[in-house]
């Protein structure tokens, strides 16, 4: 899967995603640190990549709609958490794409659960 990590995200995380098989790219590789949110997104679109973040902004789908993305996962962890928690949640979506496609979806993955946005029917 292709992956790209925002920049709240640091190596450990790209090391534990690429151990596991993924194409990860960052925003530090395209210079995109300190960017806006939309361009973060921007790019991770243009380039067809899954937006990994612990932005809280991004679990916005009025404002980041995910229908038209490769998807976007929101990482949930504890106010104060260690690195510890980070792994299990990254390692909950590691086994979550697995079984699912987040493609045009957009994720909440927590420690012990994965959330899917799923858009209101009229």
């Known amino acids: 899967m292709r992956l790209k990590l925002d920049e709240n995200l640091g190596w450990r995380w790209v090391h534990q995603l690429r151990d596991a098989g993924h194409d990860v790219d960052t925003v530090w590789d395209e210079g995109l640190s300190g960017a806006s949110d939309a361009d973060v997104l921007g790019a ?38 260690g690195r510890d928690d980070l792994d299990k949640v990254v390692g909950r979506l590691i086994d979550a794409v697995r079984t699912a496609d987040v493609t045009g979806r957009l994720w909440i993955v927590e420690r012990e659960r994965v959330r899917q946005y799923e858009e209101p029917t009229d």
């Not at 990549?49 to 229908?67: E, H, I, K, M």
């Open 44 to 81: 991770a679109v243009e380039e067809r990549r899954t937006l990994v973040s612990l932005d809280l902004d991004f679990a916005n789908p009025v404002r980041f709609p995910p229908t038209n993305t490769a998807g976007i996962a929101v990482l949930r962890v504890r106010d104060r958490s």
